[in-house]
């Protein structure tokens, strides 16, 4: 350090340094250093334009880069980092406080001494750090949040997907209009609209039906980010994504500002939706139809005013990375259903108020793992550790009672008995240990048996004796 340099520069240097330690991993790529500088950021360090300085500073010039600049007069005009600490604090409590203020208080709470800081100096250090009053105004206004536009470099990198509320149909009990939704998911690098469709609910099924399309049609995503959304957030897309290899990111909670792509497709589907109240569909199906036309046609293949290789799908289409699709028996494995259900006295399982038939009866009061796809309800696939497996059918309710399945075969119903092996085993250990003791440890059956003999006995007696003892 030269004679001349202030103590402070190098402290200031230093914690520029610690603040771009995280991101000075030459492993990290880019991507995952620009996360670890916003997340310094967002955790009261400066702004991640002035951590990227101070990073290109310490590649370009090492420690050095990283002092600031001394003009002639900068060891006059000096707050130590304690100071400065402090007086960011008072800003913070309060950001409407003038620079005056935070100096009154420093002085009167004895921090510093009287005109030991110019107003004109802490003024400059507050703007360095991002707590100027106006800079402070602004994240006051924005909740510390500023979004901007983003674009992934190539499709299948992310997609978004939300579920928006449509229109209402006659598709009730007796015409009775429902409301309809739609949901969809879009590529975040070509802007294509890659499913969309009208159902009757917003739950997970639906997420799960329109997901699988994609991976079918366009192979699997790198990543899918989502709102908070309860069938966003289930542990079974979790699951399917996990299988997959897909990584999910939700936005933060009351912080939809990432979304912004899949709001402004929110908002073109109004046109359509405007344009099909004029036809007045009468099925889900018919307006589902029309959906994928309009889609196609006004939207997919229309420019686009930020894509620069012209419409979406074009943008899709032309894309150098390849799509990474994966098998049929892969997909159908994520995507199935896995619950566990007791079966029936009856030999039945529920599953969505529907009923099963198990044929093994051995399964009767047993907990197995019922295994289906929710788009083929025909078949359940019922598995046991220990049994093989076997294809539930569905039960059918006819109008007359059937033949009642045996419940107890030969060799597994209960069989009646005259004692108890428990307590015939404890008198015998007992009479074994205790022989002294001449306790009636006897069953019942072998009281009646005993008994039963001595009657035998004596008859037998009885019946041997003379005549003329028989005749007295």
Known sequence: MAEHEPLHVEDVALARYELILPALDDNLSNKDRLKRMKYTSNNGGPSVRTLKRYYQSYKDGGFEALKPKIRKDESLKVIRPEILSAAIILRRENPSRSIKDII????????????????????????????????MSKYIQSKGVATRRYRKQHRMEQLQSDFKYACFLPIGQNGKYIQVYWTAWVDNSSRMILDGKFYTRQTFYEVEDSLRRVVEHFGKPLGIYLDNGKAYVSKKLKLICSKLGIKICHAKIYSPEGKGLIERINRTLDKFLSEAALEGYSSIEELNLNYDAWISEYYNNKTHSSIREGTPEQAFRNDSQPLNFISSKKIEEAFSTRVTRKVNKDCTISIDGKYYDVHNINLIALDIEAIYDPREMEKILVRKVGFEDEIATPVTIGSFVTNPKKIYVDGRSKIETTHSEELKAIRSNYAKENPKYNLNLASKAERDNKQHSNSQEVAIKFHNLPKEVEND
């Open 104 to 135: 009154f208080i420093l002085e009167n709470r004895g921090d510093v001494e009287k005109d030991e800081i110019k107003r004109s100096t802490l003024q400059r250090y507050f703007q360095n750090q991002g707590f100027s009053k106006k800079q």
